[in-house]
């Protein structure tokens, strides 16, 4: 019997060492995402609410990190990805969108009363999905960011 006790000790003690027994950041549980919840929401204010109260609440722009980026005839847009909402938008001063594989897209505009101002569109759920980001040049198409 103190042979059995000492060895459930002993594995619970290296669980928690590796971190089997401590609890998972919102980012990694199983399900623990923004996922389609988050799109069309404002990436620089919506807030999600992870699992485990307040502590895991994020601004999904604060763990942004730029994914691509384009450029074509003065024009720019970047691919901007949030690993903890797991999503995707675009930005850039001149308008474009952000698309996702399966179609869905989300776009914006310049802003003529502020020329260079950075802009960008709402979220699109990126999770097991892949997505870019592009702008409209006006004199040669299309300039789109790898997709992601």
Not at 72 to 86: D, P
Not at 117 to 137: I, P
Request: net charge negative.
């Amino acid at each position: 019997m103190r042979f059995g006790k000492t060895l459930t000790a002993v594995l619970f003690t290296v669980a928690a060492f590796i971190g089997l027994a401590s609890p998972a950041s919102a980012a990694d549980r199983n399900g623990d995402w923004c996922g389609y919840q988050c799109d069309g929401q404002d990436p620089s204010s919506y807030v999600w609410h992870g699992a485990g109260g307040p502590s895991n609440w994020h601004n999904c722009s604060d763990s942004a990190e730029q994914a691509g980026s384009a450029y074509g005839a003065g024009y720019a847009v970047e691919l901007r990805y949030s690993r903890i909402c797991e999503t995707v938008w675009a930005r850039g001063t001149q308008g474009g969108w952000v698309e996702r594989q399966d179609g869905v897209t989300a776009s914006f505009s310049s802003d003529n009363s502020a020329p260079g101002a950075v802009r960008w569109s709402e979220m699109l759920n990126d999770r097991s999905l892949v997505s870019r980001a592009c702008v409209h040049v006006s004199f040669g198409g299309d300039v789109c960011t790898r997709w992601y």
